[in-house]
C-alpha cells in the first residue's frame, strides 16, 4: 500500500474555540495505526487537514493551497456543525472517506 | 428584469393591493400617501442607486443561482468580501437618504434562512432548501422587497409561546392540509412592510417541543387575503401633512414600521420553509439577528455621517466652529462612528462559509457591533444636541419663518455667521432635530437600542461566544498557576 501523505495545517491561534493541539493529536493516534503520515503545516501531502480555532477559519483561507482538503473552523467540519467531543473521530473519518473515493475512482 | 429601475418599483407597488390603517383610517393610496411616501422613496434609492455605474460595485453583485447581475438585496453572501461590501453599501445608502432604507430586513432573512433549511434538510432529509432557492430565484428575477418579519408582539415575556394567555401572541400554524397550512397571530415593529412585495416570516425565539406550532417559517405575498397592517406612528410624523419643507428635517427621505396581522392566511406548501422543526429555530434566530447586527455597523454609520455633517455646519454656521471643545466633540463624534464600522466590516471580514455555501458573519463580532451601536448612536446625538444649541428645539416653524410681517423677526434673531443665511442654519438644526428627535430617531436611537434584539441578547451571545474559559488558561500559564489537564 502506498503511504499517503497527510498535513494537519494550523492557523495562527490567536482566539481558539476548540484545543487544536488535542485535536491534531487525536487525529493523528486515530490515522498513523491505518498506515497514514502525519505531516504538520506542510503543502507537500495528498491531503490537508485545514484545522483553525475558530470560524474566521484563516487555516484554509490564508492557505493559497489548492490541494484538497478538510476543514475544520471551531466546531465545524466542512462547515456542518460538530461538537468538541466527536471532532476528530469525524475528521479522521473524512480523511479515509477521501481515500477511498479517490481508489475507487482510480479503479474504475 | 433583474433590476428594476425605480420608476418599475414605484408602478409594482401600486398594483398591490394592501390593507393598510393609518390613524384609524384605511388609506387607499398607500404609495401618495404624504405620511408614507418618503419612506417609499427610501427604499426606491435602493433602486435608483443600483442604476448608478459609480455604484454598481456595491449595490450589485452576480447571481450564483442564475449568473445574472441582481440587486445586492436580493443576493446570498458567496465570501467575506460580498459580506464586506454589504456594510459598505448600507452605509452609502444611509449617508445618500439619512434614514432607514427597509431591504436590509429581508436581505438578511434570506441569507438565515438559506443556510438553516440547507442544515435542516441535511439532518431530517426535508425539502424545505429546494423550495427556499425556487422562492429567491424568483425574488431576484423580478427584484422584490421582501419584509423581514421576526418579532412576535410576545405578550409575558416570561411565558413561552404556548403558555401566553392568547394563543396569537406569536405566529402560530392553526390548520394543515394537503395543500398547505393556515397561520395566525402578527408581527410587530415591521420595517418597510408597506414598501415590501413579499414578507419573509421566522420565528422569534428558540422554541422547545410544546411550541413546535409556533415553529413556522413562510413567504406570503404582502397583500395576500388576510394580511393587514396598522403603520406605526412616529414622533413629528403630521408635519409632514403642512406641505413645507423646512420643519419636516427630510422632506424627501424616511422610514417605517408597522404591526402585520395575519388573520387565518392560507400558505402553500411550496411557500413553507419550516414547520414544526423547533429544534432548528434557536439557529434560524441566531443566524438572522447576527446578519441584522452586522447591518447596523453600516446603516447608522451612513446615517451618522449624515448628522456629523450637519453638527459641524450647525458650529460654522453660529460662528463656534473654530472653539477647541466644538473641534474635540466633532472628533469624538467621528471617532465613535468609526467604532461602529470597524465593528461591522470585521465581522464582515472574519466571515465563514456554511455548508450551504453561504456566507455567515463572524457571531462573537457582529453582537460586539451591535452592543455598541445601542449606545454610540446615543452618544453622538448627545454631542450633536450640545453644538447644535437649543434652538433646534424652540426654533418657530417655517409658517413663521414665511409670514411676510414676522419673517423678518425670524430672519433677524435668528441669523448666526452674517453671511450664512437665517433659512440654512433653520435648515440644519431641523435635520438636527429629525435625527436625533423626529421621525428618523426612530432608526437612529431606538432601532439602535431595540432592533436586531434588545442590549441584553447581544451580552448573552457574547457571554456564549466569549470564550472566557480560553482567558483563564491564558491567565493562569503567564501567572504560574497549573493549567487544565497539563
Ligand atoms: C425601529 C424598529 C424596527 C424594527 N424592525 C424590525 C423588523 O423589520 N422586523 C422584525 O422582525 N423586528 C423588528 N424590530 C423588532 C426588534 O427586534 C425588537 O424590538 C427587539 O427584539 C426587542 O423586542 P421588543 O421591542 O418586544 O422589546 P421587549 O421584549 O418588550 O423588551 C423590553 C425590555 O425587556 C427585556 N426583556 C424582554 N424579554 C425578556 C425576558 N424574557 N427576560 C428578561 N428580560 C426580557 C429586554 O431585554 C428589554 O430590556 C424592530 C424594532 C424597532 C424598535
Ligand atoms: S435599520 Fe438599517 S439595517 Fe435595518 S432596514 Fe433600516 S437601514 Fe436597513
Known amino acids: ?108 | 428584469m433583474t433590476l428594476k429601475t425605480p420608476e418599475q418599483y414605484e408602478e409594482s407597488l401600486r398594483k398591490l393591493n394592501l390593507k393598510v390603517y393609518l390613524q384609524g383610517e384605511l388609506v387607499e393610496n398607500p404609495v401618495d400617501n404624504p405620511i408614507i411616501r418618503p419612506s417609499m422613496n427610501a427604499v426606491k434609492a435602493t433602486y435608483e442607486l443600483a442604476q448608478k455605474p459609480e455604484y454598481k460595485d456595491l449595490m450589485t453583485a452576480t447571481s450564483h443561482i442564475t449568473g445574472k447581475t441582481i440587486n445586492r438585496f436580493c443576493h446570498l453572501h458567496q465570501s467575506s468580501a460580498d459580506l464586506v461590501k454589504k456594510v459598505k453599501m448600507q452605509r452609502l445608502l444611509g449617508q445618500k437618504t439619512a434614514a432607514c432604507f427597509q431591504r436590509c430586513v429581508g436581505m438578511d432573512a434570506i441569507n438565515a434562512v438559506d443556510s438553516t433549511t440547507f442544515e435542516m434538510d441535511q439532518k431530517l432529509g426535508t425539502n424545505y432548501h429546494d423550495r427556499f432557492i425556487k422562492f429567491l430565484t424568483t425574488m431576484q428575477e423580478e427584484d422584490w422587497t421582501v419584509d423581514g418579519a421576526m418579532t412576535d408582539p410576545k405578550g409575558d415575556r416570561s411565558l413561552s409561546p404556548s403558555k401566553q394567555a392568547d394563543a396569537d401572541l406569536f405566529v402560530h400554524v392553526v390548520e394543515k392540509n394537503a395543500d398547505g397550512i393556515v397561520v395566525r397571530g402578527a408581527k410587530a415593529h415591521q420595517t418597510g412592510a408597506i414598501n415590501s412585495h413579499w414578507i419573509l416570516v421566522m420565528p422569534t425565539i428558540s422554541m422547545g417541543q410544546e411550541d413546535a406550532d409556533y415553529a413556522v417559517s413562510f413567504v406570503a405575498p404582502a397583500d395576500a387575503d388576510g394580511i393587514f397592517y396598522i403603520y406605526g406612528r412616529q414622533s413629528c410624523d403630521t408635519r409632514k401633512l403642512e406641505g413645507g419643507d423646512i420643519d419636516v428635517g427630510n422632506k424627501q427621505f424616511g422610514g417605517h414600521e408597522a404591526l402585520m396581522v395575519f388573520d387565518d392566511v392560507f400558505i402553500p406548501w411550496e411557500n413553507v420553509f419550516m414547520c414544526g422543526e423547533y429544534e432548528f429555530s434557536g439557529l434560524l434566530v441566531e443566524r438572522f439577528a447576527g446578519y441584522h447586527r452586522q447591518s447596523y455597523g453600516g446603516c447608522k454609520v451612513g446615517v451618522g455621517d449624515v448628522l456629523i455633517g450637519a453638527t459641524a455646519l450647525a458650529a460654522d454656521y453660529n460662528g463656534a466652529a473654530k472653539a477647541s471643545h466644538v473641534k474635540d466633540k466633532l472628533i469624538e463624534m467621528m471617532h465613535l462612528n468609526e467604532t461602529l464600522y470597524a465593528c461591522g466590516i470585521a465581522c464582515s471580514a472574519e466571515g465563514c462559509k456554511t455548508a450551504s455555501g453561504t456566507y455567515l458573519i463572524d457571531l462573537l463580532l457582529a453582537n460586539v457591533c451591535k452592543q455598541n451601536v445601542t449606545r454610540f448612536p446615543y452618544e453622538i446625538a448627545r454631542l450633536a444636541e450640545d453644538i447644535a444649541g437649543g434652538l433646534m428645539v424652540t426654533m418657530p416653524s417655517e409658517k413663521d419663518f414665511r409670514n411676510p410681517e414676522i419673517g423678518k423677526v425670524v430672519e433677524k434673531y435668528f441669523k448666526g455667521v452674517a453671511s450664512v443665511p437665517t433659512e440654512h442654519r433653520m435648515r440644519i438644526l431641523r435635520l438636527i432635530e429629525n435625527l436625533t428627535l423626529g421621525t428618523a430617531a426612530v432608526g437612529y436611537r431606538t432601532e439602535s437600542m431595540h432592533g436586531a434584539g434588545s442590549p441584553q441578547a447581544q451580552r448573552i451571545m457574547i457571554a456564549r461566544q466569549g470564550n472566557l474559559a480560553q482567558k483563564k488558561e491564558l491567565a493562569k500559564a503567564i501567572a504560574g498557576i497549573p493549567q487544565a489537564g497539563k
Open chain 1, 1 to 108: 500500500m502506498i503511504k499517503r501523505r497527510i498535513s494537519i495545517s494550523f492557523c495562527g491561534g490567536c482566539n481558539p474555540r476548540i484545543d487544536r493541539k488535542r485535536i491534531a493529536e487525536e487525529v493523528e493516534d486515530y490515522l498513523t495505526p491505518d498506515g497514514y503520515i502525519v505531516v504538520y503545516n506542510s503543502a507537500e501531502v495528498d491531503l490537508i487537514v485545514y484545522l483553525s480555532g475558530c470560524s474566521a477559519n484563516c487555516a484554509h483561507r490564508y492557505s493559497g493551497s489548492d490541494t484538497p482538503g478538510v476543514v475544520v473552523a471551531g466546531n465545524t467540519l466542512n462547515a456542518m456543525a460538530v461538537t468538541a467531543e466527536e471532532l476528530s473521530f469525524l475528521i479522521s473519518g473524512k480523511v479515509s472517506d477521501y481515500f477511498e473515493q479517490l481508489e475507487k475512482s482510480l479503479s474504475r
